[in-house]
Antibody, heavy 125, light 108 residues
Framework: QLQLQESGPGVVKPSETLSLTCTVS??????????WGWIRQPPGKGLEWIGS???????YYNPSLKSRVTISLDTSKSQFSLGLSSLTAADTAVYYC?????????????????WGKGTMVTVSS | EIVLTQSPGTLSLSPGARATLSCRAS???????LAWYQQKPGQAPRLLIY???SRAIGTPDRFSGSGSGTDFTLTIGRLEPGDFAVYYC?????????FGGGTKVEIK
């Protein structure tokens, strides 16, 4: 059974860069059928897709965050990572990693079907 | 970007009642690329429905999805205690995927 687990610092200072890692177990991160994404949820609010990465090297980012986001895969470690720069208090949220279905023929992102439990990140000095 | 608007914001119902949740898109969602998630406090979202009406593995048949174009509905046939949660719609099938703001189903 596929499982995803987020890891990273719980508190980050304003203006710094957040680095989170998602470790995938029970399945291959190199599968052609899936993309690997990050979604966040500020306290008491809804879900916001941050971006996704496909094993071939294609990356997809939310335009509202694109200038600050980097997502990468490390297939040797079965991990993918999120980098988010220039942090402010508005970036305080629970960050989820998730697997999504990927439509190969059209290179389109499909729904997220397996999620990690999430990790809370607070931006504070 | 396709904006998804969910209504109502909160639905107060009794166990055994029928729940009808709405999700309206700012433009047509191609090929019914619309999913629904359930989220309970302190937990990650759980996929319930994809393709507007297909149940994910493990989704009870009291959950049903319908709709096309810009208007979609999630119906819960008879609410059980574990169904009281927040529900999100989600459009996909593009290079920019988005979520609705959520509908909270609470016990009346």
């Amino acid at each position: 059974q596929l499982q995803l687990q987020e890891s990273g610092p719980g508190v980050v200072k304003p203006s710094e860069t957040l680095s989170l890692t998602c470790t995938v177990s029970g399945g291959s991160i190199s599968s052609r059928s899936y993309h690997w994404g990050w979604i966040r949820q500020p306290p008491g609010k809804g879900l916001e897709w941050i971006g996704s990465f496909y094993y071939s090297g294609s990356s997809y980012y939310n335009p509202s965050l694109k200038s600050r986001v980097t997502i990468s895969l490390d297939t040797s470690k079965s991990q993918f990572s999120l980098g988010l720069s220039s942090l402010t208090a508005a970036d305080t949220a629970v960050y989820y990693c998730a697997r999504g279905e990927y439509q190969i023929l059209s290179s389109l992102l499909y729904y997220m079907d397996v999620w990690g439990k999430g990790t809370m990140v607070t931006v504070s000095s | 970007e396709i904006v998804l608007t969910q209504s109502p914001g909160t639905l107060s119902l009794s166990p055994g009642a029928r729940a009808t949740l709405s999700c309206r898109a700012s433009q047509s969602v191609s090929s019914s690329h619309l999913a629904w998630y359930q989220q309970k406090p302190g937990q990650a979202p759980r996929l319930l429905i994809y393709g507007a009406s297909s149940r994910a593995i493990g989704t009870p048949d009291r959950f049903s999805g319908s709709g096309s174009g810009t208007d979609f509905t999630l119906t819960i046939g008879r609410l059980e205690p574990g169904d009281f949660a927040v529900y999100y719609c989600h459009q996909y099938g593009s290079s920019l995927i988005t979520f609705g703001g959520g509908t909270k189903v609470e016990i009346k």
